[in-house]
């Protein structure tokens, strides 16, 4: 694998250091003019990340601007951008999924000189985030991004209505057993099936909200969290690219039925497209129970006047019959090879890795990746949903991140929302289909695909 190293060149490490030392020295007057482009997604933690950097501009004196684009359009956008050798972005937080390809496409710095002439260490980060955001090939001492925005897949509930005397007494009635926030998929299905159609406060209202998105990646984020738990895997640890047996096990098949028994016994009508925001809405406006979605927007609700506070609880996505994972979500924060500015920006990434920088971005809303920070005795009280947070960061599993890993995205996308929302065959068949489109794939890459 060829790879671009930008600290190759003593003369570039000469910039690179004769730059720290103006900013980081008190040479404000030496930064005069400079500024950065940061590219990400536009969501509630981009506006604490423009917060954050205030104080890099403070201490550096170089500006910072942004590129924000709704995650609609985030993976075309930036892909685009990035494929082209675009200089828009000096630097990048990118999705977890594309670190393959923006290694191999040179699209990215590689960091790994640069760590360790600043003695940033892979090991005081997360185990998880370095593997999922920063590594390619995976498992290995490869570094193309410092892990930035920690996320993952967990759940709210409206405390308040599980905590209702009248409804407590009916569930228990119902099930024999308290109701309280699901530790399985079982109880998860029992609990969203009580609440379905149930009238609370003169209003009828749905067990969950579920991911059902076709056009980019929100099914294939929603169904892995209950695939995963049954059994299913990407293919043979110990034989790479082997996925007859794997993918489309019978244990497998088994949990794309709960998914789609799930979606349709317990969700709001009209939901065979919705993703991120569907699930916001459905939650803020009382529709739902209980909601799937990512931590990275726990902070806004439980900042709403209708359902934070006291009105809202969180949980881990549960267990099933065959494990307990949850889907990684989160992006690294990378210097974009083709910037005139890799100098600044690596004065950036420097400046994000402090620890009390990575303790003020948690504190702002952003989710950190710092050991020092999440593994603090005071962490899980510094915020309602920082215990779920903590768990769910010690058991993800991730997507692809091949650089041929948007086709295999869509061609999950397809063949479970067929399965799910279009009621296109079996669950068997449909993850049948999708080992045969994965094989294509991985062979037009040349990739040798295992047999069982």
């Known amino acids: 694998m060829r790879t671009f190293n930008w600290f190759r060149s003593s003369a570039a490490t000469t910039v690179l250091g004769a730059a720290l030392l103006g900013i980081f020295g008190g040479g404000e007057a030496a930064a005069q003019g400079r500024q950065l482009t940061l590219c990400w997604a536009a969501w509630d933690p981009a506006n604490a990340l423009v917060e954050l950097g205030k104080d890099f501009t403070k201490r550096s004196g170089i500006e910072m601007k942004y590129e924000f684009?709704?995650?609609?359009?985030?993976?075309?956008?930036?892909?685009?951008?990035?494929?082209?050798h675009g200089k828009l972005c000096d630097l990048i937080i990118g999705d977890s999924q594309w670190i393959g390809g923006a290694a191999e496409n040179k699209w990215y710095v590689k960091l790994n000189d640069f760590f360790d002439k600043e003695k940033i260490s892979m090991d005081d980060f997360v185990p998880a985030t370095v593997v999922g955001y920063s590594q390619w090939p995976k498992n290995s001492p490869n570094y193309w991004a410092l892990p930035a925005m920690?996320?993952?897949?967990?759940?709210?509930?409206?405390k308040d209505w599980f905590s209702r005397p009248e409804i407590q007494s009916a569930f228990k009635v119902k099930y024999g057993r308290d109701l309280a926030p699901p530790k399985t998929y079982d109880e998860l299905k029992q609990i969203a099936e009580f609440f379905q159609g149930r009238e609370i406060d003169g209003k009828k209202v749905y067990g969950a909200y579920i991911f059902t998105e076709r056009g980019s990646e929100g099914i294939t984020m929603g169904v892995t969290n209950v695939l995963y738990n049954y059994g299913f895997g990407y293919d043979n640890p110990k034989k790479p690219y082997q996925m007859q047996g794997v993918v489309n096990s019978a244990d497998a098949a088994k949990g794309l039925e709960?998914?789609?028994e799930l979606y349709k016994c317990c969700t709001a009508p009209?939901?065979?497209?919705?993703?991120?925001?569907?699930?916001?809405?459905?939650?803020?406006?009382?529709?739902?129970?209980?909601?799937m979605n990512w931590f990275a927007f726990f902070p806004g609700l439980y900042k709403d006047p209708n359902v934070g506070g006291d009105k809202i609880g969180f949980f881990v996505n549960p267990a099933g019959a065959n494990g307990h994972f949850t889907q990684l979500g989160g992006?690294?924060?990378?210097?974009?090879?083709t910037s005139d500015r890799k100098d600044d920006a690596l004065a950036y990434i420097k400046w994000f890795a402090q620890p009390a920088v990575q303790q003020k971005w948690w504190q702002l809303?952003?989710?950190?990746?710092?050991k020092a920070v999440v593994d603090a005795p005071d962490f899980p009280k510094s915020a309602a949903f920082a215990p779920q947070f903590l768990e769910s960061m010690g058991i993800v599993k991730d997507f692809?991140?091949?650089?041929?890993?948007?086709?295999?995205?869509?061609?999950m996308q397809k063949r479970v929302h067929d399965y799910v929302v279009a009621d296109k065959g079996t669950a068997q068949q449909a993850l049948d289909l999708l080992v045969k489109d994965w094989a294509k794939v991985f062979k037009e890459q040349g990739k040798q695909v295992a047999s069982q």
């Open 331 to 337: 992006q690294g924060l990378s210097v974009v090879a």
């Open 150 to 158: 920690a996320d993952a897949v967990g759940w709210t509930y409206r």
């Open 365 to 370: 809303g952003g989710y950190s990746a710092l």
């Open 69 to 84: 684009v709704p995650w609609t359009s985030y993976a075309d956008r930036f892909l685009n951008e990035l494929n082209s």
């Open 270 to 291: 009209g939901m065979t497209n919705a993703y991120m925001q569907e699930g916001l809405d459905a939650f803020k406006s009382g529709q739902v129970a209980m909601q």
């Open 400 to 411: 692809w991140a091949e650089p041929s890993y948007a086709q295999l995205l869509l061609d």
């Open 258 to 260: 709960f998914y789609k």
